[in-house]
């Protein structure tokens, strides 16, 4: 006899099963438009039907594989309501997503075959899986998001994808205005739909030491707080405390949520100016030993640290300690950008030390730091990266440069084989204008950047078929000076990120015309995820005479 009770829970199964076979279906796209651009992508007739049921089958991979099927199972769950099951298998199954390994694919490459039968994502690696899934998501129409759906078409297709440089990267500034964990991730989350692989994570500056430092607990607690901030461009004084820092916790969760999606967080530290926050906390490390503050300007300070004190040299070591604890990156970021010369110049200590390591002046005193510096970090297994400023003075060959003030410091640099990560101001830099109408733009630290000039960009440009291999890649940068809130963090980056993400991926291959066409499917996920990106930035009919003039 079959219980009421029974009877009710198969009435409402039943009743589920019904609402699903008769829910909306979603169709197909009617052109497959991905950003970046893939290395190659044939049509067929047919769909794929994606359900609620439709299962992930792994048939191999590590524990990094979570990660890539945990971001498709965040997909499934905002359409239909619920993660897809996931299936350990040693062979694929029929209408499923099957994983399967491809041992003559390269690193983060993959195969992505859609059929009526299923769909298969073919890599050697995790990082591979993730980015079929990333092109899976932009492949499905946004309606899906969007509607109750039961089924979602996705045309047939083979996608077969790779990068073109393995370094493909974009900086956050924290030392000018700080943003929350969460956002920093949400930040994580555009820059992987991208398939950036690099955050270069900018934490010390002279308006704001940002990260926890156990063993120099003033670095926060003094260096992480400035008294004011500048109205406009040094017009003026807000008179409102402003600060703010990264426990090492919360560095360890950011680290974390960022390698769940193939993304490798490079930490900077400023070495050896733009160190104001920190003199303000130990003013013993500067030339005078003078009570310093934390600056209240924006702008280049002479307040540097002294290099003929080995106490500078004691500091810097301990802090990158905690750092590479904190850290697992193989690059660590040191800076040497903007380090003027004015105090070393007048200072006892420096000139002693010039004097006694046999140096010909101040430049070759701040070459006599990075080299010292980029020694303690080699010898604990990390490299270096430094502004091109490093090449001043001398260079290590090991020493990889970025390349700011214009790609001809990156063609110097290539030129001597040192490996540059190309990322000028001419093509690269986010906080500058994005249209000339300025007064209707918010405030930037000026320049004209519009999206054409950042896909214009070739980082390979004079260097011969030797020097080109030097270049790792490309990176895009957001100075946060003027950029007081996310949204408009936000606003700055998009969709200028995403032009320079595939001159990244897909220099190759890449073409204006096929990206604005493209960037109007990726700008509804834009708007899906509520996004704030510069609508009319496409539209700019003052196009930059490209960088040919820069």
Known sequence: MIKLKSILSLSLVSAALLAASCGKTVPAEQSIDIVPLPASVTTSDGAFMLKASTPVVQTFGDESMAYAINFWNGVT???????????????????????????????????????????????KQANGVFYAFQT?????????????????AIPACEI??????????????????????????DMIDILAMHKVNRLHWHLTEDQGWRIEIKKYPRLTEVGSIRKSSP??????????????????????????????????????????????????????????GEQYEVATRWG?????????????????????????????????????DECPKTMWKKCPACQK??????????????????????????????????????????????ATVMAWRGPGYGIQAAKLGNHVIMSPNSNCYLDYYQTRDVENEPLAIGGYLPLETSY?????????????????????????????????AQYMTLPRMSAIAEVGWSYDRKDYDSFLKRMGHLTQLFDHYGYTYCKHGFNTEEAAAASDKK
């Not at 899976?136 to 089924?151: G, I, K, N, S, T």
């Not at 405390?241 to 999606?261: S, W």
């Not at 604990?380 to 290590?396: A, F, P, Q, S």
Request: net charge negative.
């Open 77 to 123: 769950g905002e359409i239909f309501g619920r993660e897809a099951e996931t299936i350990q298998a040693e062979a694929p199954l029929k209408r499923a997503i099957n994983i399967i390994c491809d041992e003559s694919l390269g690193d983060e490459q993959y195969r992505l075959k859609v059929d009526a039968s299923g769909i298969e994502i073919a890599a």
């Open 353 to 398: 030390r010039i004097r006694q390591e046999g140096l010909k002046n101040e430049a070759e005193l701040q070459a006599y730091v990075t080299k010292r510096v980029e020694k303690f970090l080699n010898d604990h297994g990390r490299k270096i990266i430094g502004w091109d400023e490093i090449l001043e003075g001398g260079v290590t060959q090991s």
């Open 160 to 185: 077969n994808d790779k990068p073109y440089f393995a370094y493909r990267g974009f900086m956050f500034d924290m030392g000018r205005h700080i943003f929350s964990v969460d956002e920093v991730k």
């Open 231 to 288: 109205i406009g461009r040094n017009e003026g004084q807000d008179g409102k405390p402003y600060g703010g820092f990264f426990t090492q916790d919360q560095v360890r969760d950011v680290v974390q949520y960022a390698a769940e999606r193939f993304i490798t967080v490079i930490p900077e530290i400023e070495i050896p100016g733009h160190s104001v926050a920190a003199l303000a906390a130990y003013p013993d490390l500067g030339c005078t």
């Open 300 to 336: 280049v300070d002479d307040r540097v640290i002294c290099p003929g004190k080995e106490l500078a040299f004691t500091f810097w070591e301990d802090v990158l300690t905690e750092v590479m604890e904190l850290f697992p990156s193989e690059y660590i970021h040191i800076g040497g």
């Open 456 to 488: 214009a960009f070739d980082p390979y440009k004079q260097l011969n078929e030797e020097e080109r291999k030097f270049i790792l890649g490309v990176q895009g940068n957001l100075w946060t000076e003027y950029i007081d809130n996310y949204e408009y």
């Open 136 to 152: 899976l998501r932009q492949m499905l129409p946004v309606a899906a998001f969007e509607a109750d759906a039961a089924r979602v």
